[in-house]
């Protein structure tokens, strides 16, 4: 140390002098926060206090069952189960019909099997086979949907009611009866630019442009009934309804609709116009089936080839006298050769209409004279294409006349 202090003293340096190191800083214990409304609610209660140690999360399930059964009285049966499911967390879709149910939901594991294992109770459905999968997440489905369905119909089924109909030269606003007394109406529940390139023989024309705004059957009286609805002053209880779209979708939506306005015999096409053409061909329909891509129109043929090679003369005939009934030129009234809509050149009307070709090349691909002079004109195209966005045509010169100064 001596020898360690003459080195420093000769170098000149010096060390700091020691300062005591401060003992480690105690931190006292702080209490946890507890919220008064607790603290008297544990306090005066040691129950609430040993329920709250243990609450754990709910564990949710989805389930799902279908069931092919005889169900004489389907609404009475939405009703006992509607009753049975009040104060139960469930979630879901729960369709019924006369040929049976079929479930998707989701709860808390109690509330959903217990609606499974009531079901089984019944002896129409003892053999349920029920499928149970974890949801994470809590419910699976926003809301509870209870509802009596449509009757599905299959192809063939379907086939089988244009067939008894068939004979019977009627228009389509008017029922079709046949030996049971019982009537029969066939409703397109599409859009009306749909009807128009395609559609079963004998469904009257929807004057609706947006499934949105259809309303058949919905008129509270007479004063507001519409002339164009097909559904009008017919006998809801004799009288079946024979439902049908492009997929079937619409369908199952617009008849739970018609089924709280009374209307009890209602059928569905199962799988839409598409799943008809492509398992019974063209058999019934007349004209093209339109689609919501850049397709827009498909003949049967795409659907089933070679149908309508093997119709016999009165399908021929039947099929020949409905195609007048299809779209017209927009422009000039005149019938159309294909059947394919196209939108207007100018792009601030994009209307989506059919034209004869001699109107497409007179009026540069627009729906009418108004249009042709319009500023953001697209250029004319063969009806098989799509335009594109505006950005890939405004640096063309298309000779539109100049607005006036």
């Not at 931190?27 to 609610?41: A, F």
């Not at 079709?176 to 397109?188: C, E, F, I, T, V």
Request: net charge neutral; glycine share 8%.
């Amino acid at each position: 140390m001596a020898m360690a202090a003459a080195v420093h003293r000769f170098l000149g340096v010096f060390p700091a002098p020691s300062t005591p190191t401060p003992p480690p800083r105690q931190l006292s214990p702080r209490p946890h926060h507890i919220p008064p409304s607790l603290v008297r609610c544990c306090s005066s209660s040691p129950v609430c206090a040993a329920t709250v140690a243990v609450a754990q999360p709910q564990e949710f399930v989805v389930v799902t069952f279908y069931k092919f059964v005889s169900i004489d009285d389907p609404r009475a049966e939405v009703s006992r189960h509607l009753h049975f499911l009040q104060g139960r967390d469930i979630h879901g879709r729960i369709y019924m019909n006369e040929q049976g149910i079929n479930a998707q939901y989701s709860g808390p594991h109690k509330d959903a099997v217990a609606y499974a294992d009531w079901l089984r109770k019944d002896h129409r459905f003892r053999d349920l086979l029920v499928q149970t999968s974890p949801s994470l997440c809590g419910h699976a489905f926003p809301r509870l949907k209870l509802r009596m369905r449509a009757t599905p119909l299959t192809p063939s089924e379907w086939r089988e009611r244009l067939e008894a109909r068939k004979c019977l030269d009627v228009s389509s606003s008017e029922a079709a009866g046949d030996s049971s007394g019982r009537r029969l109406l066939l409703l397109d529940v599409r859009n009306d630019y749909e009807w128009d390139i395609g559609h079963f023989q004998g469904a009257q024309r929807p004057n609706v442009d947006c499934f949105r705004s259809t309303s058949f059957g919905l008129s509270e009286s007479e004063q507001e009934m519409d002339s164009s609805d097909p559904l009008n002053g017919i006998d809801k209880e004799n009288t079946d309804i024979l439902m049908y779209c492009t997929g079937g979708i619409r369908c199952d939506v617009y008849s739970t609709i018609l089924r709280k306005k009374g209307f009890r015999n209602l059928y569905t096409l199962k799988g839409g116009v598409s799943n008809y053409l492509k398992e019974e061909g063209s058999a019934g329909w007349v004209g093209n089936l339109f689609v919501f891509d850049g397709r827009l129109s498909l003949p049967p043929a795409t659907y089933k080839p070679g149908a309508g090679d093997d119709d016999d003369e009165e399908e021929e005939e039947g099929r020949n006298r409905s195609s007048s009934e299809l779209g017209r030129c927009y422009a000039c009234g005149s019938e159309v050769v294909e059947l394919r809509h196209r939108n207007c050149a100018n792009i601030d009307c994009n209307r989506l209409y059919l034209c004869c070709g001699r109107c497409v090349e007179e009026l540069r691909g627009c729906c009418g004279e108004g249009c042709t002079a319009a500023p953001r004109l697209r250029p004319l195209l063969p009806s098989h294409q799509r335009y594109h966005k505006w950005h890939l045509y405004r640096h063309l010169d298309l000779g539109a006349p100049s607005s006036p100064s």
